[in-house]
């Protein structure tokens, strides 16, 4: 078969004129559509060799079939292009590209950046500043971790509100976990050292970390400082029976191993992880494959998006060979500044690991797709249960949550045939409504919701001069370009009151096609005797039993977890500012001062008004205003203050 493409794109004179140096290049469909990015150690070469007529398979015949044009991005080395490709999969979703998912959920290390370091468990986005190790398997990995490093190095793991208003050391420095930073029972430069060796230790660089500590015993010993050079010798000591542990082939190992398993479209990446001589478990990932059935491309797209996001050890196992093996292991080593060795067809015990993650990569994929079957027989039986012609491919629900109407927030979650969709989930800070009006806040939500999409599908009908009667099936087809689309079935946490207020929000709109269902709490609040409401009046009592009401819970449930997160946040937020924000003539700045200047409102709270006037921008008169109330006394005419 021939790789040349029937669009019209002469693929070889684009190839010809390409550079040999390394880059990345993307393929566009005639509607400018990014169908693949790919990386190249040679472009010309890499390129051309879609166009030479040697065969293809058939997804790449079918993405060649559809190029209209392509474009280079030339790089000064391998280790850029691999990142730069990384950024764009990741970025732009090309509708042909081999894609890892997002593993934010996974918990990782935080060694925070600042005066005191603290280091903690993380799990989430990367906003703090600081260092980040992992992600681990799961979070009894990292909490032994954890425990290893207070043990070692007395880092401390307080929250930097409980550390600016330490006035004595806390239980953590009685029982030998922290150095108290807190008190100053520890010099800046000797707690700058601990957490220099914690880097090394989290690095994987205990070897170096002990010949270093050996050395510094020496020194110690030598210049008479016995008691110091005691400690370094227990540190030492603990290191090594740390690492003594647990070795792979008779040496501490420091390796990762993988193994990919396929079935049809679905794959599962197993990865198996040793940090100095400890094994941390295993997780399994599912990218999406996007019609590849190589087992051996999606695992080299794995390793080249992985470990560009995450620190490679110096080697890594596999269960096949992959493409461009040599790029990935000169790009990922340059980026690291050190050599990463991508082996397979190893022997011994290491033999034994890769076999082990190839059998359970196996069976965690039987198990994903039995549990992705059960999802289909749950969604199945709720379309037959509310009387609709089409699969659920959408399911959106609401809930409302807030104390004594303190800080409303409404969620939003959104589930599809595969499971939740995270990145889709939304809250919505309730405002201008009394508070506890659960109906009004429902009201709201709805609103903000489906009125961006109502008003993005009228810009987009203006834009095209598609008819009005288009709108409603534009928006279920999901063409609407960057706005939400609707679904399926709206579930309402809430009675028929809260469903006639999602039916009024909806109406006002001009929303058509949504299903509303209400799900309405059963008798003693007991699950499994959920009422489901209908817009006809109808009520619905599916049972314990039934797998429509198990969806319907599991996404209700969901909705529940998520908005009382976010109320949550809400209210510590409003408890933390709202009284300084109400004083005239405090503004952000101000604020921020003095929350800086006292270490949070627990420490302002305690000062007295000639402490709040040393705060740069607060007079005399301003400090005894914030005084009085910050506790309930009268409060001073401003006019004083001019």
């Known amino acids: 078969m021939s790789g040349k493409a029937t669009s019209g794109f002469d693929g070889k004179a684009f190839a010809a004129a390409l550079s040999t140096a390394p880059g990345v290049y993307r393929m566009y469909a005639a509607d400018d559509t990014l169908l693949y990015v790919g990386k190249a150690r040679a472009l010309r070469n890499r390129v051309g060799s879609y166009f030479n007529g040697s065969p293809k398979t058939r997804r790449i015949m079918l993405m060649l079939a559809q190029v209209a044009r392509m474009d280079v991005t030339v790089t000064r080395t391998e280790a850029e292009a691999l990142l730069l490709e990384n950024q764009l999969i990741k970025s732009l979703a090309p509708r042909y590209n081999v894609s890892l998912r997002d593993d934010k959920t996974y918990p990782q290390v935080l060694l925070t950046r600042e005066q005191w370091p603290r280091i903690a468990l993380h799990r989430g986005p990367r906003s703090i500043p600081g260092s980040y190790y992992g992600p681990y398997p799961g979070v009894g990995a990292v909490r032994e971790t954890l425990n290893l490093m207070h043990k070692l190095f007395k880092l401390r793991s307080c929250e930097d509100s409980v550390f600016r208003n330490r006035s004595r050391p806390c239980l953590q420095y009685q029982i030998g976990r922290c150095s108290a930073p807190c008190v100053g029972l520890v010099a800046q430069d000797d707690y700058d050292e601990s957490v220099r060796r914690a880097a090394l230790f989290l690095e994987g660089r205990s070897d170096q970390l002990a010949d270093e500590l ?73 990218p999406r ?144 409504i009394e508070p506890g009006d659960d109906y009004a806040a429902m009201h709201q939500a709805i609103d903000r ?81 959920e009422a489901l409401v209908l817009p006809d009046g109808r009520e619905l009592r599916p049972g314990a039993a039934s797998p429509a009401l198990q969806f319907i819970q599991q996404v209700r449930d969901e909705a529940h977890r998520f908005a009382i997160t976010g109320h949550r946040g809400r209210r510590q937020k409003a408890r933390m500012t709202s009284k300084l924000e109400d004083i005239e003539g405090i503004g952000p700045k101000r604020r921020a001062s003095l929350l800086k200047h006292f270490g949070g409102m627990a420490g302002l709270k305690a000062a007295g008004e000639a402490e709040i006037a040393r705060v740069e921008g607060i007079n005399a008169a301003l400090a005894a205003r914030i005084y009085a109330n910050l506790h309930g006394l009268s409060v001073p005419d401003p006019t004083a203050e001019q």
């Open 449 to 529: 919701r489906f009125r961006r999409a109502v008003e993005g599908e009228e810009a987009r009908s203006r834009a095209t001069g598609s008819r009005a009667d288009e709108r409603p099936r534009a928006m279920h087809e999901g063409r609407m370009g960057d706005f939400p689309i609707l679904p399926d079935v709206l579930l309402i946490d809430g009675g028929a009151g809260q469903l006639a207020q999602a039916q009024a929000a909806l109406a006002d709109l001009g929303v058509e096609g949504v299903l509303l269902v209400g799900v309405a709490k059963g008798v003693e609040r007991r699950a499994g005797h």
């Open 214 to 286: 050996l050395q510094a015993m020496q020194q110690a010993s030598d210049a008479l400082e016995f008691e110091r050079a005691a400690r370094l010798r227990d540190l030492v000591a603990s290191l090594r029976s740390m690492q003594n542990r647990q070795y792979v082939d008779g040496r501490a190992a420091d390796l990762d191993v993988l193994a990919c398993a396929m079935q049809g479209a679905s794959a599962c990446v197993l990865l198996l992880a040793f940090r100095d001589g400890r094994n941390l478990g295993t997780r399994a990932f599912f």
């Open 289 to 432: 494959t996007n019609g590849e059935d190589s087992a051996a491309e999606v695992l080299a797209a794995f390793v080249s998006q992985y470990y560009v996001e995450h620190a490679p050890p110096p080697e890594v196992l596999l269960d096949r060979e992959i493409p461009e093996v040599e790029m990935i292991e000169a790009a990922l080593g340059a980026a690291a500044e050190r050599r990463v060795a991508l082996k397979w067809n190893v022997r011994g015990e290491r033999a034994g690991y890769v076999e082990l993650a190839a059998r359970n990569a196996q069976i965690t994929l039987v198990a994903e797709l039995d549990s992705r079957g059960a999802q289909h027989a749950r969604s199945e039986a709720l379309r037959e249960m509310l009387g609709l012609a089409e699969p659920v491919k959408r399911v959106e629900c609401f809930d409302i949550s807030h104390t004594m109407g303190e800080a409303t927030v409404a969620s939003c979650v959104v589930f599809d045939a595969a499971g939740p969709v995270r990145a889709q989930y939304r809250r919505y800070n309730i405002s201008g």
